[in-house]
C-alpha cells in the first residue's frame, strides 16, 4: 500500500517529464500553447528539417530494397552472360532495367547486384547497432550507477577493447572464419565495437544519478531497478540513440571496407563492398564496376549520418 | 603531477595485457593455422607440421604462449616469421618509418585543413557557409576510404595524370600526397566538425561577451578568448586520432600499394602469421595508450580547471 | 576658427560640470528579436537618462527589457537575432547607434564599462585574472605587459582582494563568489569609465556577500563620480543606492521616480504590487501579497497596456490604449520633479 503513494509521488517530480513526454512523439505534435519537453520539441524541428526528411526518405527506401529487393528488378544478381554482357558499359536511359548500370567482370547485372546487396549493407549496419546499444548500455549504465569496484572493473574492461585497434581487430577476428556470414561480421564488430555507446551510456547515468529527481526517488524508497528503468534510462536515452544513430553509418563503411580488404562477408554473398574490390581489377578499362557500388556505399552512410546528425541537432539543446 | 603520471602508467599494464591479450587470442584461438597456410594445397605430412609446430612453441598451451610471446617482446624479440624466418623486428623496422611517415603527413592535413575549415564555419554558424562546409564534412565521412582512394587515384592517376597509381618511393612527399590526403580525409571532416560545434557554442559564451564589452578588437576576442577555449576539445581529439591513423593507413597502403605496417598487417594475415600481427598490433596499442597518456596530461595544461593529484 | 567651432560645440570634457546635459541618454529605444516562434519585442520605447554621479536603477522581473536596454547601450545585443529598427542611444550627446563598429569598440571597456551577473562564466575560465585585467591597459593603452601586471594588482588591491600580488595569477574558478564578483568590477574599473552599467552584480551571491559588494560599487562610483545604471529585480538592493528608479515592464517603462518617492507613494499598479510583495515586520501574520499571473510573452504582448491582464485596476480602456508616461503631480497640481507614470489611472493610484 505505501508504495503505491511513492510511485505517484516520484511520477510527478520534474525530471520525469522526458520519459512521459515520450509518448509524445508519436503524437501529431505539441498544441502551441503547451510547453513543450524534449522529445516533442525534437520532433517539432525535426519535421522541418529537409536533412532529416531526405535522410529518412532515403532509409526507409533502403529499408524497402533491403527487403523486397524483388520489388526493384526482375534481374538476378547471379546470372553470369560473360558472352554478351562482359564490362558492359551503362546504359543511364534504361532506368531500372537489367543494364541500367552496365555489367561486372562476369558479365552479371550491376543494378541488379546494387539492388541485392543492400540487404548485407543494411542488416550488418542495423544488426551491430543493435548490438553495440545493447551491450553498451547495460555495461555503461551498470557502472555508472553502481560506481566503486565495479565501475573500476568496466572501465578497465571498456579500456582494454577500446585498446584494439578497431579495423586491425575485425581483420583479425575475420580471418580466422572461412564462412563469413551476416551473423559472424555482426558479431565481430559488435565484439570490438560497444565500448563507445558503454562510454556515453556511463557519462550520461553518472549525470542523472546526481540529479535531484534521482535522489527524491531514491529517498522514497524506490528499487534500484526502478530508478535504473523509469528514472535514469530513459533520460540517458537520448546520447545514446544519437550516439548509435550515428555509428551506424560507419558500420556500414566498415563492412564494406571488411568486405575491400577480403574479410567481409563470404565471396557468395551479394554485397557492395565485395562489389568494389572486385571492381578494382578493371578501374582502368570499365571504371564503373567499381565507381557505382563505391557511390552507393557512399549514399547509404551518408544517409544514415545526415539522420543521425539532424537527431543529435534535435536532441541537444545546447546547439539550439 | 608526477604521481599522476606513475599512476597512469601503472593503470596501463593492465590495459596492455588485455588488449594484447585479446589480439593473442583472436589470432591463434580462432580456426586457421600459420604451418599449414605457408604449405599451401601442397601435400603435407602431419608429423612434418607436428615437429615444425614444435620448433615454434605452437604446440603449448595458449596462455603459455602468450607469456612466452610478451616475455620475447619485454627483450625486444617479436619472434620469426614462420615462412620466410625473417625476424619480425627487421620487417616491423623497415616498414614502420612508411606508416610514421604517412601518418604524419595524413595528420598535417586534419591539423591544419581540419581547423580551418572548423574555424570558418563555426565564426558563422548556421549561414549558408557553415551548412556547405557541415554538408561537405558529411560527405567526407560517408565515403569510406577505399571508396576515397579510388576515386583519387581514378582522377588524379589515370584521367589526369598528375601522379602516380602507386607509391614507388615512399620517402617521396610528392608520392605520399595522395595517400595521405585519403588517409587524413575521415579525421579532417570529425576535426572540422568537432571545431566547428567548439567554436560556434563558445561563441555564445558569457565570457566572449564580457571580453567584446571589454573592447577588445574582434581578432584579438577570436584569436586570444575564442579560439584558446575552443581548441581544448580539438587537441583531445587530435591526439587519439593518430593512433586510428596508423591503423587506416592498413587500407590506405594497401589501395596506394605502399609498404608500410599496414601492408605487413595484411600480407601476414593471409599468411596467418600470427606473431607478426599480434607484434604490429601490440606496438600500436602501445602507441594508443601513450597518446591518450599525452593527451590527458596536455588538457591539464591548455585547461587549468583540470588538475590532477 | 574652427578651434573655437569645436570647443563651443563640443561637450564638456567631464560631465559632472554639465548638469543641464546627461552622460548617457536613451530615447524611445525599440529591440526587437526574431526567433522562430515569432519577433518577440523586447524593448519598445525607452527614455531614460542617467547623469555623472548619478546611480539609476533600472528595476523589472526577468524578460522586461531591462537587461536587453543595457546590451543595446554596450553594443554587445546579438544581432541577428536582434535588431533595433528605432531609437537613439546619446553618449555625451552623440548617438552611438550611428557610430562605426570601431567608434563603438574604443567606448566601450573605457568609457562605459558593464559588471555581469554571473562573474564565474562570464570571466573566462582558461585565463588568468590578472592576464584578464591587464588586458585591458595593454589593449586600450597599449600598455606593455609588466606595467599592465602592476595596475592588475594595484586594481585588485583597490576592491579590497586579499593579497592581491600572490593571487594575480591565479585562475577564476579559484575564487570565491563575491570575490569574483570583485574582479568583474575591477575589470569595469580599469579604465575609470564615465559609466557603468552593473547587471544584477549581486544576485548570484550570498546575502552577506550582497551586501559588501553593494558597498565597494557604491564607494568606487562616489569616488570616480561614475554614472551608474543599476538593474535589478531585487527592491531591497536599490533603496540604499540609488537616486532614481525606473520601472520597466514588457519592455516600456511603467514608473519614474527619485527613489524615495517610490517607496512612499507608488503612482502605477504594479509598482504599487512590487512593494506589496516586499515582508514586513509590520505584517506578521497576515498573508503576503503577490501579483497574480505571469509576465507576458513578448512575441504577443497584450493590447493597450501590457499590465492590463494582472492588473487589479483594469478597466476597459486599459484593454484599449496604451497609457503614455504621465507626469505625476500632487493632488493639487504640484510640480513633482522626476515622476512620471504610464497608467490611465495614476491620480487614483498615487492619492486614491
Known sequence: MPDKTVEKKVEALPGDTVSTAAVVVTDAGPAPEKARSLWSDAWHDLRRNPLFLVSGLLIVFLLVMALWPGLFTSASPRDADLAKHYLGKPNWGHVFAADWFGYDVQGRSIYARIVYGARASISVGVGVTVAVTVIGTLIGM??????????????????????????????????????????????????????????????????????????????LGASTSRILLRHILPNALAPIIVVATIALGGYIAAEATLSFLGVGLGDS????????????????????????????????VLSFLMFGDAVRNALDPKLR | MGRYVARRLLQMIPVFIGSTLIIFCMMYALPGDPVRAMMGDQAY????????????????????????????????????????????????????????????????????????????????????????????????????????????????????????????????????ALPAMVLASLSLAYVARLTRTSIAENLRADYIR???????????????????????????????????????????????????????????????????????????????????????LLYAVLDPRIRYA | MTIIDETAESPAPDGSGDTGRPLLEVRDLHVEFHTRDGVAKAVNGVNYSVAAGETLAVLGESGSGKSVTAQAIMGILDMPPGRIPKGEILFRGQDMLKMSAEERRRIRGSKIAMIFQDALSSLNPVLSVGYQLSEMFRVHQGMSKKDAKAKAIELMDRVKIP?????????????????????????????????????????ALDVTVQAQVMDLLAELQREYNMGLILITHDLGVVADVADKIAVMYAGRIVERAP??????????????????????????????????????????????????????????ICRTDIPPLHPVTERDGGELTGRGSACHFWKETIHG
Open chain 3, 259 to 316: 527613489v524615495h518617492e517610490l517607496y512612499k507613494r507608488p503612482a502605477h499598479p504594479y509598482t504599487k504590487g512590487l512593494l506589496d510583495s516586499i515582508p514586513r515586520l509590520d505584517q506578521k501574520g497576515q498573508e503576503l501579497y503577490a501579483i497574480k499571473g505571469l509576465p507576458p510573452n513578448l512575441t504577443r504582448i497584450p493590447s493597450g497596456c501590457a499590465f492590463n491582464p494582472r492588473c487589479p485596476q483594469a478597466q476597459d
Open chain 3, 163 to 203: 593579497a592581491a600580488a600572490a593571487r594575480v595569477n591565479d585562475y577564476p574558478h579559484q575564487f570565491s563568489g563575491g570575490m569574483r564578483q570583485r574582479i568583474m568590477i575591477a575589470m569595469a574599473l580599469a579604465l575609470e569609465p564615465d559609466l557603468i552599467i552593473a547587471d544584477e552584480p549581486t544576485t
Open chain 2, 210 to 296: 564580457t571580453a567584446v564589452a571589454k573592447g577588445l578588437p574582434r581578432r584579438r576576442v577570436i584569436g586570444v578568448h575564442l579560439m584558446r577555449n575552443s581548441l581544448i576539445p580539438v587537441v583531445t581529439f587530435l591526439g587519439i586520432e593518430i593512433g586510428s591513423l596508423m591503423t587506416g593507413a592498413i587500407v590506405t597502403e594497401g589501395i596506394f600499394n605502399v609498404r608500410g605496417v599496414g601492408f605487413e598487417v595484411y600480407e601476414a594475415l593471409t599468411r596467418r602469421e600470427g606473431a607478426t600481427v599480434v607484434g604490429i598490433a601490440s606496438l600500436l596499442v602501445l602507441i594508443y595508450l601513450a597518446t591518450s597518456l599525452i593527451v590527458d
Open chain 2, 45 to 176: 605430412d602431419p608429423t612434418v607440421v607436428a615437429s615444425i609446430k614444435k620448433d615454434l612453441g605452437l604446440d603449448q598451451p595458449l596462455l603459455q604462449q602468450y607469456v612466452n610471446y610478451m616475455v620475447g617482446l619485454a627483450q625486444g624479440d617479436f619472434g620469426t616469421q614462420v615462412a620466410s624466418k625473417q625476424p619480425i623486428a627487421d620487417i616491423i623496422a623497415g616498414a614502420f618509418p612508411v606508416t610514421l611517415r604517412l601518418t604524419l603527413f595524413a595528420f598535417t592535413f586534419v591539423t591544419l585543413v581540419g581547423i580551418g575549415l572548423g574555424v570558418v564555419a563555426g565564426l558563422r554558424p548556421d549561414t549558408l557557409r557553415d551548412r556547405g562546409l557541415l554538408t561537405l564534412t558529411l560527405v567526407l565521412v560517408s565515403m569510406p576510404s577505399f571508396v576515397l582512394g579510388f576515386l583519387m587515384q581514378y582522377l588524379f592517376a589515370f584521367k589526369w595524370q598528375v601522379t602516380t597509381p602507386t607509391v614507388t618511393d615512399t620517402t617521396d612527399f610528392g608520392q605520399l
Open chain 1, 269 to 300: 554473398a551479394v554485397s557492395w563492398g565485395g562489389d568494389v574490390a572486385r571492381g578494382r581489377e578493371q578501374l582502368r578499362i570499365a571504371p564503373h564496376t567499381l565507381i557505382i557500388p563505391s557511390v552507393m556505399v557512399s549514399i547509404t
Open chain 1, 142 to 219: 551498470i557502472a555508472g550507477y553502481f560506481g566503486g569496484w565495479t565501475d573500476t572493473l568496466l572501465s578497465r574492461m571498456t579500456d582494454v577493447f577500446l585498446g584494439i585497434p578497431f579495423l586491425l581487430g575485425a581483420l583479425v577476428v575475420l580471418n580466422s572464419f572461412d564462412d563469413r556470414t551476416v551473423l559472424v561480421v555482426i558479431m565481430a564488430l559488435a565484439f570490438l565495437g560497444w565500448t563507445q555507446i558503454a562510454r556515453v551510456a556511463r557519462g550520461a547515468v553518472i549525470t542523472i544519478k546526481q540529479s535531484d529527481y534521482v535522489v527524491a526517488a531514491k529517498a
